[in-house]
């Protein structure tokens, strides 16, 4: 089958290291190994990582003010706005997908790519992959992955709410099927919908044979002087909602207790340089690992090398993430720590693949990390356990039921 992706979200560059970026490669890569043909059209390229298996088409951002001027005059938006950080940046969105269609089609046509169907990662202030779809004559299937609004507005400021939630709703009504990554995400959908019909639910998952390579530890451990520590670690992003400065805490608690524990916490984000400084200040220079940034290539390494995994999530009242790392570390036969919360219960299982704990309960978490620190082989029992559990999440069977859901509907489109 011929795959037409589409990810229009230039704050999701396919070759970075964010989450985001390592889902898009991962699901090509998957679709390619699974014989389909993809072309993946996306809003930024970014860079650190390989190229997808993939034909890879970047349509930049390359807005000058007329085109941003003439949006606020057909959404009925004063230019002046444009003044303000906010407005400027939802313009911008709003004048890229309105040229993004006629773009992505002139390319399809040049490369004579004729696809069956669209896999589109849905993205805030985006509906042109509903005009894409309908002139091409194919299905479409919008994967989304947060409820984007909602996220924009609590983390990073929203101008034009109303706007953005009209236009949610035609990017979702206009999908003959909707992936949602977590529960949580699908009943976002099913509200805006009014339905669930055509809502589906399909976690995140993970190349089970690169992360189950147990030879890949002993370079890391090596070089940073752990062979003989108990590791405990973290992977993801230093944003507030990740944790770490939580996990921090809990760490240095537990340091008085076992001398012989490290921390290693891999990933970069605004809060790398406070969590850095903090550890300095409680004199924690030589117990604490913090790497910055690294390819995801290289992220199987750094689980194997650590002892533990802990996925410190801060409590929200919304918790809709489908956690890529806690799937990579599970895959990577490591026990898992991580709080109760949204949909993690159904992927770490308590005492069987790791161990939970109530959101933001510090004590409770040492606790369970306690534990594991104290039992080599209640670790490795565990780790067995969390690799069985991983192999239900293995990005080809997740990319072939999402796909599925596509070639049905192409049975539907073409007898219509």
């Known amino acids: 089958m011929r795959v037409l992706y589409l990810n229009p979200d230039r704050g999701i560059p396919v070759l970075g290291d964010k989450g985001a970026s390592v889902h898009v490669r991962e699901f090509v890569n998957a679709a390619s190994q699974l014989g389909h043909d993809v072309m993946l059209v996306c809003a930024s390229l970014g860079s650190g990582n390989p190229l997808p298996k993939a034909r890879l088409i970047c349509i930049e951002y390359d807005l000058d003010e007329s085109a941003l001027i003439d949006e606020c005059i057909l959404r009925g938006i004063n230019p002046a706005e444009l003044a303000e950080v906010e407005a400027r940046r939802e313009v911008s969105r709003l004048a890229y997908d309105r040229a993004f269609a006629d773009r992505v089609l002139d390319v399809v046509a040049a490369q004579g790519f004729a696809p069956d169907m669209i896999y589109e990662r849905h993205a805030l202030f985006h509906e042109s992959g509903i005009e894409i779809a309908h002139r091409l004559g194919v299905p479409r299937v919008l994967e989304v992955n947060a409820p984007l609004v909602d996220e924009q507005k609590r983390f990073r400021g929203l101008r034009f709410q109303a706007l953005a939630e009209a236009i949610e709703r035609v990017a979702f009504e206009g999908a003959h099927a909707a992936v949602a990554v977590s529960e949580s995400v699908a009943e976002h959908i099913v509200r805006v919908l009014g339905n669930r019909e055509k809502v589906h639910v399909l976690a995140n998952g993970v ?79 030589d117990k604490v690992i913090t790497p910055g940034r690294v390819p995801h290539a290289d992220v199987p390494s750094w689980f194997q090398a650590m002892d533990i995994a802990v996925a410190p999530y801060s409590t929200l009242e919304n918790f809709y993430f489908s956690p890529l790392k806690i799937v990579e570390a ?36 040492a606790t369970a990390l306690l534990a594991l620190v104290d039992s080599p082989c209640l670790r490795e029992k565990m780790g067995r356990g969390a690799q069985a559990g991983a192999r239900r999440h293995g990005w080809t069977d997740v990319v072939s039921a999402a796909l599925d859901l596509g070639q049905r509907e192409c049975v539907s489109v073409h007898r219509s």
């Open 207 to 285: 190349d089970i044979d690169r992360f189950m390579n147990p030879t890949l530890a002993g370079g890391i451990r090596k070089a940073y002087g752990v062979e003989h520590k108990t590791v405990i670690g973290f992977v993801g992003s230093f944003k507030p909602w990740h944790g770490v400065m939580f996990l921090l805490d809990v760490f240095a608690s537990l340091v008085d207790l076992r001398p012989d524990l490290q921390l290693i916490a891999v990933g970069d984000g605004p809060e790398l340089v406070p969590f850095r400084n903090r550890v300095a200040s409680i004199g924690l220079h």
């Open 330 to 365: 599970m895959a990577a036969g490591r026990p898992v720590v991580a709080p109760d919360i949204g949909q993690i219960p159904e992927m770490v299982l308590d005492g069987e693949t790791g161990r939970l704990y109530p959101p933001g309960d510090a004590y409770a978490c």
